[in-house]
């Protein structure tokens, strides 16, 4: 079935240390996938999402290439700060046009120190 | 413009009892769909709502049932309370258009601890 594995957490970096987050997935047919944040006592929010292969999403710094070679879809920031200290999901939607059936992985918590 | 609202914020109740989880979605949104999320683990999905039927149910026993009214919102009923039902409730929306790949966009949840 189709599922999503991202690296375990916690991570901890200094404030404008380089981040990345891995995330591989397995589905059949071709995904969409996702990276969303939760930060503290809220919902998920969508952080940046690829709809196919070689397809790079970004927002707020944070990027991520979707690889169908390698099934991945790592999560990388340049220069992290505090205040993205949060928990970040990775997820798919797969068939691609069928939003309905979302698998994420178990969370990877990042905290960022000043 | 309104995103996702969930009602209640938080919720206690003892095993046995009976639960009701109320959800309105984003403006323009039709789908909603429902997701647990235990403790330090990814949101799993339960079940989807589409014209006020279940379109697709996840690895969630009868126990979990749900409900779309026609102005699209959606409430969620657990029955038989368990201590493993112990979780936050999440509730997202969604717009049901073929191939636009149309994020879901979560509410906030709501916490329920079984005592």
């Known amino acids: 079935g189709n599922s999503v594995t991202q690296m375990e957490g916690p991570v901890t970096l200094s404030e404008e240390a380089f981040l990345t987050i891995n995330c591989t997935y397995t589905a059949t047919g071709y995904p969409s996938l996702f990276w969303y944040v939760q930060y503290p006592g809220e919902g998920l929010q969508l952080l940046l999402k690829?709809?196919?292969?070689?397809d790079k999403g970004s927002n707020k710094g944070f990027e991520a290439t979707y690889r169908k070679e390698t099934t991945s879809f790592h999560l990388e920031k340049g220069s992290v700060q505090v205040s993205d200290s949060a928990v970040y999901f990775c997820a798919l939607s797969a068939p691609a046009y069928n939003n309905n059936d979302m698998r994420f992985g178990a969370g990877t918590r990042l905290t960022v120190k000043p | 413009d309104a995103g996702v609202t969930q009602s209640p914020t938080h919720l206690i109740k003892t095993r046995g009892q009976q639960v009701t989880l109320r959800c309105s979605p984003k403006s323009g949104h039709d789908t909603v769909s429902w997701y647990q999320q235990a403790l330090g683990q990814g949101p799993q999905f339960i079940f989807q709502y589409y014209e006020e039927e279940e379109r697709q149910r996840g690895n969630f026993p009868d126990r979990f049932s749900g409900h779309q009214f026609p102005n699209y919102s959606s409430e969620l009923n657990v029955n038989a309370l368990l201590l493993g039902d112990s979780a936050l409730y999440l509730c997202?929306?969604?717009?049901?258009?073929?191939?636009?790949?149309?994020?879901?966009?979560f509410g906030d949840g709501t916490r329920l601890s079984i005592l």
């Open positions: 690829a709809t196919k292969a070689d």
């Open positions: 997202a929306s969604s717009l049901l258009a073929g191939a636009l790949n149309q994020p879901q966009h």
